[in-house]
């Protein structure tokens, strides 16, 4: 996996280069007409120790920007939003027990779903890199 | 905008601090992580900057019957050189204002560690009551001239050990001294005391002098140790917090004594305070509220407690969390509620809501975590 280093408020977030990106922080990577979804590195971050997660459910229908978990840290809740429309496939249970996975490795082992696209050309609606690195420098400010 | 803490720069640029802010002030989060942290301060030592709490210089003939008035506790029983123990000042309806500890240096030398987001509602509150009654008394506060950082955990002995400083071992729970030096810099006040539940010492220096104590502590084994750790140490010990526990609307906030704040407080013989008859009331009428302790169970061990999530038995809302969080050493969802008195039953269980589904939990006295806290 490559990736790059950004700074934003001072701090340092990796950005994966063969991944697609929301507005809302959530990394999409597309595997055979499937998307795998996770949180990006700079989201583990500004949520500090994720201590919890509710996952959807496997064979859940969902629409592209919609909540459809919710991360528990420390100190806030944050929903998780759906990259893209479709079906749920698989959902990473492993986290129910071991939510620090998102914080240590959030775009390996921390993945969080796998939706199989209804509607492909929702995933080159996705923010590029790049893009997605403006984003969050502009929200910094 | 937030007034950046004493050691700023050197949580920046040292120690890599994360910031946030809290009361009012840009103080550090964590510097790692608050989990991580949280279990430091549990097993080893921990440093915390807490120089974001007020600190306020008490001087005349009169500060002892201005305590007297303002807090709920008997302050005259406090001897030289010690802590008077936590207490409360209290509004008309009995509803806090703050929680604070007085210090006695002498009859006429007194300070009061107030709590951040408070200070400057208590240094007005002070002024009144000194005028109204005509007090002699002089209030200043100190809080921009010294730094003060709280050094936390069951190894903080072997700590201070190292850094030279072994004398301060002698010190007593809520027993301190006053200008003393430790690793060669100018301390203004050490105690034996914290918020943790763990043994530890709270320091007030300079913050230059600061920096360099705090680098001795590093260098002695010490961690820093952030704020959101603070809040997760203190849930676990049934501590309270302004705004969750206690806030002075008393249709948001029950009186007081339903806080069940314990430490001897409130000293019932003791007449003439401010809130007295409402305490008085409620203490004759009984509470309707107790705040009691909640651990999920194993099962829910993950299902994160949020102030104002309602708490259900059968279908009864018998109450409300007001704090809560995962604790990191007991691995399990915990925090603080207000129940219905007749439904406050140690070892009995409860639902807690949470966007829609119920989770279950058991209610337990405090503290959460077993054996503290330690007192030397």
């Known amino acids: 996996m490559s990736t790059i280093e950004f700074e934003a408020k001072g701090k340092k977030y990796l950005v994966r280069t063969d991944v697609k990106y929301t507005k809302t922080d959530e990394w999409a990577k597309k595997e055979n007409g499937k998307v795998r979804e996770g949180i990006t590195d700079y989201a583990q971050k500004e949520l500090k120790d994720i201590v ?24 806030s809740t ?7 429309s479709g079906k749920v496939v698989e959902v990473n249970e492993r986290l129910l027990d071991e939510p620090e996975l998102l914080n240590k490795d959030p775009y390996g082992e921390g993945w969080i779903v796998v939706i199989e696209m209804s509607d492909p050309k929702e995933f080159d609606e996705l923010l590029t890199p790049e893009q997605y690195i403006e984003k969050c420098k502009k929200e910094a400010h | ?48 900057d807490v120089s974001h709490m007020g600190r306020i210089k008490l001087t005349g003939p009169d500060v002892v019957p201005l305590f007297q008035k303002i807090y709920t506790k008997d302050i005259s029983k406090t001897k030289e050189y010690w802590m ?33 987001p408070y200070r400057e509602k208590m240094l007005k509150h002070f002024d009144e009551t000194i005028k109204k009654y005509g007090f002699k008394v002089k209030v200043e506060d100190i809080t921009f001239k010294t730094a003060m950082i709280a050094v936390q955990g069951p190894k903080v002995e072997e700590v201070f050990e190292k850094i030279g400083a072994g004398w301060a071992n002698d010190l007593h729970t809520l027993e301190f001294r006053v200008n003393e030096e430790i690793a060669g810099q100018k301390v203004f006040l050490i105690s034996r005391s914290g918020w943790t539940g763990e043994d530890g010492f709270e320091i007030w220096a300079e913050p230059k002098a600061m920096v360099e104590i705090y680098r001795a502590l590093l260098k002695a084994g010490a961690k820093p140790v952030g704020i959101i750790s603070r809040d997760t140490l203190r849930i676990e010990m049934g501590y309270v917090l302004g705004g969750h526990e206690y806030e002075e609307d008393p249709t948001k906030f029950p009186p007081a004594l339903c806080i069940r704040y314990g430490l001897g407080a409130i000293t019932w013989s003791k007449r003439g305070f401010i809130g007295e008859e409402a305490l008085r009331a409620c203490r004759r009428e009984g509470c309707r509220w107790i705040r009691v302790g909640i651990r999920m169970t194993k099962k829910h061990a993950r299902a994160i407690l949020r102030q104002g999530y309602p708490v259900y038995v059968e279908d009864q809302v018998v109450g409300w969390i007001t704090s809560g969080t995962y604790s990191p050493y007991l691995k399990r969802a915990v925090g603080q509620a207000y129940i219905d008195s007749r439904y406050a039953i140690f070892g009995e269980y409860v639902e807690v809501e949470i966007r829609g589904k119920r989770y279950k939990g058991k209610i337990f006295d405090f503290p959460l975590v077993p054996g503290r806290p330690v007192v030397k």
């Not at chain 1, 959807?56 to 629409?63: A, D, I, R």
């Not at chain 2, 008077?84 to 240096?105: H, I, Q």
């Open chain 1, 52 to 75: 919890g997660i509710e996952l959807p459910e496997v064979g859940q229908e969902v629409k592209k920007g919609e909540a459809i978990g919710t991360l528990e840290s420390v100190k």
């Open chain 1, 78 to 84: 944050a929903d998780l939003y759906a990259a893209v």
């Open chain 2, 1 to 48: 905008m937030a007034i950046k803490t004493h050691l700023w720069e050197f949580h920046v640029k040292e120690l890599g601090a994360t910031l946030g802010e809290f009361g009012g002030w840009e103080v550090p989060m964590l510097y790692t992580s608050s989990m991580e942290e949280h279990n430091i301060v549990r097993t080893s030592v921990g440093i915390f």
């Open chain 2, 84 to 116: 008077s123990g936590p207490t409360m000042a209290l509004n008309e309806y009995a509803r806090v204002k703050d929680d604070e500890m007085p210090y006695k240096v002498s009859d006429e030398e007194w300070y009061v560690v107030a709590n951040a």
